[in-house]
């Protein structure tokens, strides 16, 4: 269970981190096939294992350019069991819209991955647990997490590439707020907001730290990201279990330096590697996948 | 409580009391609901069923009053109810549970009163003294969420900002007390909070969350917060910005995506006495492929949506309310 087992490393007892990144030019040019093939060589422990799926379902979307695509969690579900995960589910607690079933029907999740009622889990109406976050960043005291993810052994944070109008990204980390749920929170989680949001990602990402990250950057969103930015055609899926080296990866093919991040900079003294020299990049290179996307003006300065 | 067997439903000979029955049957030995089929009762999911249940059987029976009995022994000393049992109090429950309570009682009783006391005393946190002073510090152009936050309504949960969502429930909830049960304040939250919504409205009609404009791009409305808005904007049928949203929530009237957003536009299109259809049909259909995932407050909108029109959601006067 990810809650007792949280690590919090401080850099100089951390080994370095591994992470792909795989060009894919379209959402129908092999994802499964390369996604697959990424698993295998970066062998997440997933045997025997019940494996959550958290994408990022955040509104409606009939563009495609805000939500996680279907294709790449049907690719991740079929790779965890393939690799011998015991259950693979999809779980999400969107954070604009409480009409989630409206999110799941534009997207034609079902098409995906098969019936909802055993495929998927709406953590805005879970059954919660209060829990004392591992570090104090924030104003929070405690953070209402939902039962369903407390028990998963292994949970994989599965964003989309796109630039945040508030923190400047949101990625891996900042995919997490997803599991705080509105019937606690609301609808936005506005706690998390007042609380601090730099240090709030902190808190939950230290309490329930991602066991695993794949970014959809196969097509991202630039500008006035999260939801109402444009699309930015990327072609790349990034992958590792260093949710912190993988988030500073993707920052780098989106032309921004991470340590700029303000809350990639505090999750690297606990929770992973950000400096370039401690993650090993598997497949191709940040220089030949780096396409820099278009920032709003209070984030400009996070460019390299 | 276990799901409902698939031999006992009967989705394909639609009835009025499905949902209902849905409900019935969905209840807790404790006396609330879940937000989900099975799950441990919470207090929205309870008021919402409570005020389902009543637009279609008229008068408070056992069901009900254990429920209501659920819903007193949870409120917290200070009025409010939590989101969940023993965590932090919301402003939009504690709105629900007044009024279901209010509703299902013959008059109100002490706990709506000191429940709508608790809200109108709860102010959002954008209007404090630190909120503007660091308004005052922000240059012109880093301010991208352009409204007027003198105008206050009510958050999700104390100490964060207004939305549209729980502004509303807490007006239709006002609004159904009688002026002598209402605090002092009262008179004034409802003002600031009509104020607000209107100022909340989107470019061309409806609302989302509660960011109409950011950083220059115009916010896209939901169907959930625009129906939510025009109920509680209800006795204002001619202002613009409710004919507005009127007009884009029957544009996407054709083309439902959820069984929420069908029942919530169904709902409210009546009580504007705007034309509707039936839509019992498409409702089963969508129990059908989803069992609504198996979320409680979307059926009790679609017992709502299919019943006679509750009298909470009629004409009430600012002078007499409706209790």
């Known amino acids: 269970m990810s809650y007792s087992n949280t690590r919090l490393v401080p850099p100089f007892h951390r080994s370095p981190s591994s992470v792909a990144i795989r060009a894919v030019a379209s959402y129908e040019a092999g994802v499964e096939a390369v996604l697959w093939e990424t698993l295998q060589e970066l062998g997440p422990p997933v045997r025997d294992k019940s494996v959550l799926l958290k994408p990022n379902f955040v509104e409606p979307d009939v563009e495609g350019t805000i939500n996680t695509h279907p294709v790449v969690i049907r690719a991740a579900r079929e790779a965890f069991l393939r690799l011998g995960a015991k259950t693979v589910i999809v779980a999400e607690g969107p954070g604009h819209e409480r009409d989630t079933e409206a999110i799941l029907e534009v997207l034609r999740l079902s098409d995906y991955v098969g019936p909802l009622d055993r495929s998927f889990v709406d953590l805005n109406t879970d059954e919660v647990s209060q829990v004392s976050p591992r570090t104090h960043a924030s104003k929070l005291k405690s953070l209402c997490l939902p039962k369903t993810v407390l028990a998963a052994d292994f949970v994989v944070s599965m964003p989309k590439m796109k630039t945040h109008h508030w923190v400047g990204v949101t990625l891996a980390l900042k995919n997490m707020f997803g599991i705080i749920p509105g019937n606690c929170y609301g609808w936005p989680k506005n706690v998390l907001h007042w609380a601090g949001l730099s240090q709030s990602i902190l808190d939950i990402n230290s309490t329930i730290r991602p066991d695993f990250a794949i970014v959809d950057g196969i097509v991202g969103m630039e500008g006035n990201g999260p939801i109402q930015g444009a699309p930015k055609a990327c072609g790349v899926l990034v992958a590792g279990s260093d949710p912190v080296s993988v988030d500073a990866t993707c920052a780098r093919i989106m032309g921004l330096r991470p340590e700029r991040i303000d809350y990639l900079r505090r999750a690297s003294l606990l929770l992973g590697n950000i400096e370039e020299a401690r993650i090993e990049q598997l497949g191709e290179t940040i220089g030949a996948t780096c396409k820099p996307f278009e920032m709003v003006p209070a984030f400009q300065e996070l460019r390299a | ?323």
């Not at chain 2, 404790?30 to 008229?58: F, V």
């Not at chain 2, 709860?122 to 404090?128: D, H, L, M």
């Not at chain 2, 002026?179 to 209107?198: D, G, K, W």
């Not at chain 2, 929420?260 to 709902?267: E, G, K, N, V, W």
């Open chain 2, 1 to 323: 409580m276990a799901r409902i067997p698939p031999q006992e439903r009967d989705i394909h000979t639609p009835q009025s009391s499905f949902f209902p029955d849905l409900l019935r049957r969905a209840q807790n030995p404790d006396g609330g609901w879940g937000y989900r089929q099975g799950l441990q009762s919470t207090t929205e999911p309870t008021a919402w069923s409570i005020l389902a249940l009543l637009a279609h059987e008229g008068p408070p029976d056992k069901v009900i009053s254990s429920a209501c009995d659920w819903l007193r022994r949870t409120q917290t000393d200070e009025g409010a109810w939590p989101t969940s049992s023993g965590k932090d109090p919301g402003c939009w429950v504690t709105a629900l549970a007044c009024l279901a309570m209010a509703i299902a009682a013959e008059g109100p009783e002490g706990a709506v009163s000191r429940g709508t006391k608790w809200l109108c005393s709860t102010w959002p946190a954008e209007g404090n003294l630190l909120w503007r002073l660091r308004q005052l510090r922000q240059e012109k152009s880093e301010i991208f969420v352009h409204q007027d936050h003198s105008l206050r309504g009510w958050g999700w949960t104390p100490n964060t900002a207004s939305w549209v969502e729980p502004t509303a429930y807490v007006m239709i909830m006002l609004q159904n007390l009688p002026p002598q049960l209402r605090p002092p304040e009262a008179s004034r939250r409802l003002q600031l909070a009509e104020r607000m919504l209107y100022d909340r409205a989107c470019r061309g009609g409806g609302w989302n969350a509660g960011n109409p404009l950011v950083y220059g791009v115009p916010g896209v409305p939901r169907i959930g917060p625009t129906a939510w808005a025009l109920l509680a904007l209800r006795q204002h049928p001619e202002h613009s910005a409710v004919l507005e949203g009127l007009g884009w929530l029957e544009e996407h009237y054709q083309n439902p995506r959820s069984p929420a957003s069908l029942a919530l536009t169904q709902l409210c299109l009546k009580v504007f006495s705007r034309p509707t259809r039936p839509i019992e049909d498409a409702l089963c259909d969508f129990y059908g492929g989803s069992e609504f995932l198996r979320s409680t407050p979307v059926v009790a909108w679609a017992s709502l949506a299919l019943g006679e029109l509750p009298r909470w959601l009629g004409p009430s006067s600012p002078e007499k309310g409706v209790i």
